[in-house]
């Protein structure tokens, strides 16, 4: 009898082989269009020694690293304050007490509606706010916000009587919240959480149009420089590998993180002490 999940049956030897052959006909198609943009990049003279030859300067090179440092500088601390902020946001809008679950509503409501660059030139702008601070800013308002629907919506997602059985052995709602729902909600809410990390590691590259000094504005500057024949796809070539690959590292850490959780979770083995006699009660038996 053939094994199968409760989704679907596991696929039979017709089946196995119609999926070979189609994941071999995409193979070719995603060949065939590399191949035909790398045709393409030389018959337009993109790897011509000069337009790569920028890359051989140490000058370049620091530039480079130091707008990459700044990226990860700016993905740091807004990666952080946002985590917070939707802690925060989320622990309102689940609150008990009116007030502070429409404000928290209506924050969240609106910098999630806001669009990220029209906050950050309102910070930079219109507040007189330094580049750094107001890039951080306006990605830890957003993503934040989003975030904040993220935890509350992990939160609703544990089995109800999970909170109900925590109640009923006369834990308060910080000691539910704490030791009951929100490990649990945790490894759901862990590839929400991870993807929208990546969005706001994206996100910094915003900051070039405030002029922080950050990895795409380096290469901005390279690829103006009118010395070198304009080398902006070498510049993409470039760049863009490295974000694909820290928005990649990303991910890999998350799921790192997710399959250490399967195997460790976070309970131990209470000692059971042996069975004593059985205490008479008082009283005619």
């Known amino acids: 009898m053939t094994d199968s999940t409760a989704l679907y049956d596991i696929p039979g030897p017709h089946a196995r082989r119609r999926h070979l052959l189609y994941g071999l006909a995409s ?24 337009k790569w030859s920028p890359f051989l300067y140490e000058g370049i090179q620091r530039l480079l690293l130091e707008g990459l440092g700044n990226t990860l500088k700016a993905f740091a601390y807004a990666a952080v304050l946002s985590l917070v902020l939707g802690a925060v946001l989320a622990t309102g809008r689940l609150s008990e007490h009116r007030v502070l679950r429409w404000t928290a509503t209506v924050l969240v409501e609106f910098f999630r509606a806001m669009p990220v660059l029209v906050m950050i030139f309102f910070i930079f702008v219109a ?19 989003v975030l904040a629907e993220v935890f509350r919506t992990g939160i609703h997602a544990v089995a109800r009587g999970q909170g109900e059985a925590a109640y009923a052995l006369g834990m308060r709602k910080t000691q539910v919240m704490t030791y009951v729902l929100v490990p649990q909600a945790v490894r759901a809410m862990l590839p929400a959480i991870i993807s929208q990390l990546v969005v706001a590691l994206k996100d910094t590259s915003l900051g070039f149009l405030i002029t922080y ?23 993409v070539l470039v760049i863009s590998p490295i974000y694909i690959g820290m928005c990649m590292l990303l991910s ?26 059985e205490t008479p009660l008082p009283g005619p038996r």
């Not at 193979?27 to 020694?49: M, R």
């Not at 890999?252 to 006699?277: C, L, S, Y």
């Open 213 to 235: 000094e950050e990895f795409l504005h380096a290469g901005k500057l390279i690829a103006s420089n009118l010395d070198y024949d304009l080398p902006f796809i070498p510049v």
């Open 27 to 50: 193979t070719v198609v995603i060949l065939a269009l590399a191949a035909w943009i790398l045709y393409l990049l030389f018959a337009n003279d993109q790897f011509t020694a000069t």
């Open 127 to 145: 507040l007189q706010v330094q580049a750094l601070p107001a890039l951080v800013a306006g990605l830890t308002l957003y993503n934040g916000s």
């Open 252 to 277: 890999w850490f998350a799921t790192w993180v997710a399959r250490r959780e399967r195997r460790n979770p976070k309970t131990k083995a209470v000692d059971v002490g042996p069975a004593e006699p």
